[in-house]
């Protein structure tokens, strides 16, 4: 049996193909395409129109994929853009009248949840709690836990893409704009280091997206192939975080495009993302840093393993 998983996310809609032999998951394809579902509609809290037909299109390619490979079964998730817009039930209604699928709207706590299990799922994770951060398009999500469970988890409407719009900084942006954008953040997001001193942590976990794009630039820039497709988990050098951090936050967009091993769908909101990022490493005092591959949709694969088995 094949199903397919798709993560209708703010930034990227993400298809994960996987079958099933002798009761053994195989993955067999994954794929995401740009989106900005969110472009320009935050502060309405609305999907645009223009950013409401790519997410129609974008979905329908990526249907047509899944049943090029056979599947039986599609599982599709909305996440921040969707749930935060006026018009989001329209969205998900449009794709139902177009396919005949379901979208469920999760809420950011059980966005949480299922990124925790797709970072369980990946291996990473051990007896010693660690903080797992998962930054989206529309929103963020922070989970405390360990290889059994977890601890704290709490999702803000913090995304990348929604800070941008928020602040849309010069290019390459300023010192003082790096600062005015900390400080909100620090603020915006007390409630992880509040959570931080009730669980101690010392490690973090960055799920996918960004971190996917850390490990690849290392990667490169060790004369390496890109990796982070191809494992389940990386270790990221806090050193080597620096190292990248320093120069993507001197550089132009239009250097960023040129740059080895980030991919053209992250130039826009790297800076964003490695300076939320960048926080909590001083904040949370963090010495060691790792990427998980997996995440929502892996998370949604874990839950869904025991139904698609035995019915």
């Known amino acids: 049996m094949k199903i397919a998983i798709i993560d209708l996310g703010t930034n990227t809609f993400n298809?994960?193909?996987?079958?099933?032999?002798?009761?053994?998951?195989?993955?067999?394809?994954?794929?995401?395409?740009?989106?900005?579902?969110?472009?320009?509609?935050?502060?309405?809290k609305r999907i645009h129109e223009a950013a409401f037909n790519r997410g129609l299109l974008a979905f329908s390619q990526q249907i047509q994929e899944a049943q090029q490979l056979g599947v039986e079964k599609v599982y599709a998730f909305a996440t921040s853009a969707v749930r935060g817009a006026s018009n989001g039930k329209d969205f998900v209604k449009a794709i139902y009248n177009q396919h005949r699928i379901k979208v469920d709207v999760i809420s950011g706590d059980r966005e949480a949840e299922l990124i925790y299990k797709g970072v369980q799922l990946s291996g990473v994770l051990s007896e010693t709690p660690m903080l797992i951060m998962d930054i989206g398009g529309g929103s963020t999500e922070f989970v405390i836990a360990n290889n059994e469970q977890i601890f704290w988890k709490q999702s803000f409407p913090l995304g990348v893409a929604r800070i941008l719009d928020m602040y849309k900084?010069?290019?390459?942006?300023?010192?003082?704009?790096?600062?005015?954008i900390e400080n909100f953040l620090h603020t915006a997001v007390e409630n992880v280091f509040s959570a931080i001193q009730a669980y101690p942590i010392d490690t973090l976990v960055g799920s996918s997206g960004t971190f996917d794009s850390l490990v690849d630039m290392i990667q490169v820039a060790h004369g390496h192939q890109a990796t982070s497709e191809l494992k389940r988990f990386s270790e990221i050098p806090v050193r080597e975080y620096y190292r990248i951090y320093a120069k993507l936050l001197k550089s132009t967009l239009a250097e960023r495009q040129q740059m080895p091993g980030l991919i053209s769908l992250r130039v826009d909101f790297i800076v964003m993302a490695l300076i939320f990022i960048n926080l909590i490493i001083k904040e949370a005092n963090i010495v060691k840093v790792w990427q998980s591959g997996y995440s929502l949709k892996?998370?949604?694969l874990s839950e869904l393993k025991p139904r698609v088995l035995h019915g």
């Open 15 to 44: 298809l994960l193909v996987v079958g099933w032999d002798n009761h053994v998951v195989k993955k067999i394809h994954s794929s995401k395409i740009s989106v900005r579902l969110g472009d320009g509609g935050f502060a309405e």
């Open 169 to 180: 900084p010069s290019d390459p942006i300023t010192d003082v704009e790096v600062a005015i």
């Open 298 to 300: 892996e998370g949604v």
